[in-house]
């Protein structure tokens, strides 16, 4: 059928050859991996196991006599340790190409890993800027979920203890090769954590389109990206996430708004919500998100009036609201269940101080990508406040 979201079909986003469609896991060009070592990073959970995902890829790697070795070492908010552990094992494996399949955080592992094995140096070092990246594995990404983008991005996001922060390894080097986006890899994912993912593709595509980094390039992935999710909504209000073309449209939504964040970054909402999850590991990130983005559309709409009724305006035909806040946080009671808020998250008011010092610490690059300026650290204690309650 003509202009169905379910059809597979092959193109090159920012240098990253995605391959998208119902069947892509199983016509995957193995070509790609380039090297007959793989070695994969998944989830401590075991989903990707539990659902046969892992079986298949092995059968692949049987059928083109490649030699596996699966990491089940990846929680959500992924430490510096967990990437240290992965990166041994990938060196003990002699590892010709790193996979990562899973959510963004064992995407975001394999990176660290891939560009660890060719920069000889442990992915704590390169987070820590100790070491410096030469170059990278083969980076082969299968997202489980349809949220990070970072199938897409070259964004290696990593909590650190001795640093005390949670931040990305930036580099070219490490976008994947190749990306392969089949809609039901995410069908297993539980409803609640479906909208966590979907939210994160809403605040890339939202922050991206209103970054001072933003370009035409940028804003043509964010807005294709919110029409995706404004249709995903829409198709999950009529029939549950059991329908696997509101995977369809969240994952290629997901895929585009980490094309945008790709170019443009992410600003004040993500500079707030990486010490939230760091303090609060427990969080996933679109929940963060979740919490913060009604009041950072208040925060920033005087600034940019215009780009914001723009991005907001195709999501307001589906799910209302009379504000561009109230939108979103219609998405999200939609995406996730209920309005998300920090004093329902457990981030209580002694900690706005601390969060705003830290994105000002070592998320300053994204403050200062953000449409409207804080004058100071007030100003965003300021903001957290307002995300505190409903
Ligand atoms: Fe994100």
Redesign the pocket.
């Known amino acids: 059928m003509l202009n169905n979201i379910l059809n597979e079909y092959k193109v090159l986003v920012n240098g990253v050859q995605v391959h998208y469609g119902v069947g892509a896991f199983d016509n995957m060009d193995i070509n790609m991996f380039r090297g007959l070592r793989w070695f994969v990073v998944t989830s401590r959970g075991g989903s990707m196991e539990k659902y046969g995902w892992i079986a298949k890829l092995a059968e692949i790697a049987e059928r083109v006599g490649a030699w596996l070795e699966v990491c089940k070492c990846v929680s959500t908010n992924p430490t510096v340790e967990q990437a240290d552990e992965a990166y041994e094992n990938a060196k003990r494996f002699k590892a010709t190409v790193v996979i990562g399949l899973g959510g963004?955080s064992s995407i975001d592992v394999a990176k660290a890993v891939a560009a660890a094995l060719a920069s000889h140096a442990t992915p704590s070092k390169l987070y820590r800027g100790e070491a410096s990246i030469k170059g990278s594995l083969p980076i082969v990404a299968i997202p489980s979920t349809h949220?990070?983008?970072s199938e897409v991005d070259r964004f290696a996001v990593l909590s650190d203890s001795k640093t005390k922060s949670k931040a990305a390894i930036v580099s070219t080097k490490i976008r994947p090769t190749y990306a392969v986006l089949d809609p039901r890899i995410t069908a297993t994912l539980p409803p609640r954590l479906s909208g966590a993912t979907v939210v994160?593709a809403l605040?890339?595509a939202l922050e991206s389109f209103v970054a001072r980094n933003a370009n035409p390039v940028s804003r043509c992935y964010a807005r294709e990206a919110i029409h995706l999710i404004a249709k995903g909504i829409s198709e999950l209000m009529k029939s549950g996430w059991g329908e696997l073309r509101v995977r369809a449209y969240f994952l290629n939504a997901a895929m585009l708004a980490g094309a945008a964040?790709d170019i443009s970054r992410?600003t004040l909402v993500?500079a707030l919500?990486h010490p939230i999850s760091y303090y609060h590991p427990e969080i996933h990130?679109?929940i963060g998100?979740a919490a913060l983005l009604p009041a950072w559309l208040d925060y920033v709409e005087s600034v940019v009036p215009e780009l914001i009724r723009e991005i907001i305006e195709p999501l307001q035909k589906v799910v209302g609201g009379q504000s561009p806040s109230q939108t979103v946080k219609n998405a999200i009671k939609i995406l996730v269940g209920e309005t998300i808020t920090l004093e329902k998250l457990g981030v209580s008011e002694d900690e706005y101080k601390l969060i705003a010092e830290d994105a000002m610490r070592y998320l300053k690059a994204l403050v200062l990508n953000n449409p409207r300026l804080p004058k100071n650290i007030d100003e965003i204690v300021d903001l957290l406040r307002k995300a505190s309650s409903e």
């Open positions: 963004g949220g990070s983008g994160d605040s890339h964040i992410t993500h919500e990130h679109g998100l």
